[in-house]
């Protein structure tokens, strides 16, 4: 799922109008601000037999893990500190990635704004990675999925001092182009339909996921090898570099 922001003056109509656009492409989930402590989120697929649900006192992680199996695009309307690609409207303050600026919704050109959002990272969660492979072609062969979800934990010995939170960098093209070479290694193995992979970036948080590896596959045995498998070249062989907190320090970790 590619998730958006809007922030700026008029940022709930350009949302909209970003859905609208977006929604000629695939299903897509709009979420705006309650509270500063919980958002209202609006899902909805355009199109014949569309439909929208509103539900509230949700973080926005949340909200995005509820849209991603089932969305290919979610836009956010008012999360300025969210740290996503965002289209910034005037001189509004912004966290994430800058997409797109323009002085007023006006001057924004949408058609560029949507086209953009190829390059943007996946929003991926587990459940999204077993909806798709459930989707699958080869899915009515298969008689498991088998996952693999790497988190951050707080300590690894009881003496360490707590981590606070990971920060991960990739080798930008070169990570891809190994994930996918990996990738198409193991599902040419016998008895394997699919293999899908992601290793998230930026800031992870204690007890947020970092990583996931789903394997779809005719039978138990394959699936258990294959994400092993998986998880152990991905962790060698793919250049992700990650830094550590703790609360008495930072520093970087050179295997993972």
Do not use: C
Not at 104 to 109: G, I, K
Not at 116 to 135: F, P, Q
């Amino acid at each position: 799922m590619k998730v958006l922001g809007v922030v700026g003056s008029d940022s709930a109509a350009v949302a909209d109008h970003l859905a609208d656009r977006l929604g000629e492409r695939g299903a897509v989930g709009t979420v705006t601000r309650g509270s500063p402590e919980t958002v209202d989120s609006t899902a909805f697929e355009l199109g014949d037999g569309g439909w929208r649900a509103r539900g509230t006192n949700r973080s926005l992680t949340d909200a995005l893990d509820e849209l991603a199996p089932n969305h290919e695009f979610a836009v956010l309307s008012g999360f300025p500190d969210a740290n996503v690609p965002q289209v910034v409207l005037g001189d509004a303050d912004h966290a994430g990635e800058l997409l797109a600026h323009a002085s007023d919704a006006d001057a924004l050109d949408i058609e560029s704004v949507a086209d953009a959002l190829d390059n943007v990272e996946d929003y991926e969660t587990l459940e999204s990675l077993v909806a798709r492979v459930k989707r699958s072609p080869s899915a009515e062969r298969s008689g498991a999925i088998a996952t693999f979800t790497g988190r951050v934990r707080a300590k690894d010995s009881a003496d360490d001092s707590p981590t606070e939170y990971l920060d991960f960098e990739k080798y930008e093209g070169v990570a891809e182009a190994r994930m996918a070479s990996i990738r198409a290694e193991l599902e040419a193995r016998e008895g394997v339909f699919d293999v899908l992979m992601h290793h998230r970036t930026g800031r992870i948080e204690y007890g947020e996921d970092i990583v996931f590896v789903v394997v779809l596959a005719g039978h138990r045995e394959e699936a258990f090898r294959t994400v092993e498998d998986g998880i152990n070249r991905l962790k060698a062989e793919v250049p992700i570099f990650k830094k550590e907190a703790t609360t008495d320090e930072q520093f970087w970790v050179y295997e993972q």
